[in-house]
Structures are given as structure tokens and as C-alpha cells.
């Protein structure tokens, strides 16, 4: 099993909901990601989780909450946000932890879409 | 610090043309560098990667790339392309120092072919 998994597809919330975006892999990667990308722009890093630790936090607003249940398992906690938080939320997996070699395996990613 | 420039944001092509992707990169250290390429409408893509060894690489569906030392390049080359190749292709490095090493992604080309 070489996919990133991510659900749902495509969301649509208010301003006020709270939702979750959720992503699974079972490769055995140690380290795991979750990256906005606005249209034609490249994917921006938002988190890094090593050993399901936070270790990278890229100053995203605390209106996304990440959450590592276990070494397979990412979700993304959504609440409050704006229209500009309306993005393609990609999640990405590597083999290593800490610094890594840079091969990331990613999910199709999730649509979001705050009215 | 690490940065990657991709000169061309779009390039269109005829199918059965030959193409070629630029990427330069500027980095203090040695790196790694990786082309992703990006579907319509799905995640990124490891299309091949450049870690150490021969300075040509071969990737998947037929592309390849040469890292060159001297002129800070990796360009991206396929000798002909398909309709299906249409896509956003990301130059990518990551500097081998540091403590905090994460992927650095180019612009982007959007690579169009014609029939």
C-alpha cells in the first residue's frame, strides 16, 4: 500500500463551523505533513509531525488545530476560519524523521471552500 | 538558506515535441533536489530526485534531469512529450544542513502540450 489517503474531498463550510480534514498512510513513514496550496501557487508546509510529535509549526493561525492520534493517523482541525483559508489542504507523508531526504509521498488532497 | 527559481511558468508544446523544464537553485551547502509533477485536480507527484551519483537522472514516464554543480541547475528534460503530460511540474530542494531541513518548492511550470 504506497497512498496518502485524504477525506473528504471536498469541503464546504461557514465562517463559524468546525470541521476536520483527515489523512491516513500505512507505508510505516515516520513523518508526516500538512501543506495549503492556493491555485497555480506551490504547496506551502503548515506542519510537521515526527514520531507523531509536532515539530514543525510553520506560524500557522491557531484556527488550524493539528492532531496526531497515532503514526498512521493526521487530522487537521478547522474553526472560525476566513474566506482566505479557501485552499487545497494536501497531506504528505516521508519515510524519515527529522530532517529527511525530501521524497514526500502525497494524498489528492482536500478541497476547502469557506463562504 | 535555500531558494529555487523556475524560470518559465508556462510552456506550451506540441505532443510529439521535446521539452525542456528549467530549474536553478541557489543553496549555501549541498542538496537534494526533486521534480513533482501535479495532475489536474490531484496531489504532487515524485517524477525522480537527484541525491548524489551520476548527475543524469531518469524518472518516471520517460523524463529526466541533470543536476549541474557549476551553473546551480537541475533542468527537466522529456524528449517527447504526450497530451497526458499536461500538468504543473515544481522544481524542489533541501539543503543537507541545518536542523530543521524541509523541502522548498519552485513556482511551478505549467507544461500545456497541443495536439
Known amino acids: 500500500d504506497t497512498e496518502v489517503t485524504q477525506t473528504p474531498k471536498h469541503l464546504v463550510m461557514g465562517m463559524t463551523n468546525k470541521k476536520s480534514l483527515k489523512c491516513e498512510q500505512h507505508m510505516g513513514h515516520r513523518a508526516m505533513y500538512w501543506y495549503k496550496q492556493k491555485a497555480k501557487k506551490p504547496p506551502e508546509l503548515m506542519f510537521v509531525y515526527s514520531y507523531e510529535k509536532l515539530s514543525i509549526n510553520e506560524s500557522v493561525p491557531s484556527r488550524f488545530s493539528p492532531e496526531c492520534p497515532n503514526s498512521s493517523l493526521l487530522n487537521l482541525h478547522l474553526h472560525a476560519l476566513q474566506p482566505e483559508d479557501s485552499a487545497l489542504y494536501l497531506c504528505?507523508?516521508?519515510?524519515?524523521?527529522?530532517?529527511?531526504?525530501?521524497?514526500?509521498?502525497f494524498g489528492e488532497g482536500s478541497r476547502l471552500t469557506v463562504l | 538558506a535555500q531558494s529555487v527559481t523556475q524560470l518559465d511558468s508556462q510552456v506550451p508544446v506540441f505532443e510529439e515535441a521535446p521539452v525542456e523544464l528549467r530549474c536553478n537553485y541557489s543553496s549555501s551547502v549541498s542538496v537534494y533536489l526533486f521534480w513533482y509533477v501535479q495532475y489536474p485536480n490531484q496531489g504532487l507527484q515524485l517524477l525522480l530526485k537527484y541525491l548524489s551519483g551520476s548527475t543524469l537522472v531518469k524518472g518516471i514516464n520517460g523524463f529526466e534531469a541533470e543536476f549541474n554543480k557549476s551553473q546551480t541547475s537541475f533542468h527537466l528534460r522529456k524528449p517527447s512529450v504526450h497530451i497526458s503530460d499536461t500538468a504543473e511540474y515544481f522544481c524542489?530542494?533541501?539543503?543537507?544542513?541545518?536542523?530543521?531541513?524541509?523541502?522548498?518548492f519552485g513556482s511551478g511550470t505549467q507544461l500545456t502540450v497541443l495536439p
Open positions: 524542489a530542494v533541501i539543503s543537507l544542513s541545518g536542523s530543521a531541513r524541509q523541502l522548498t
Open positions: 504528505a507523508s516521508s519515510p524519515h524523521a527529522g530532517a529527511g531526504t525530501g521524497e514526500l509521498f
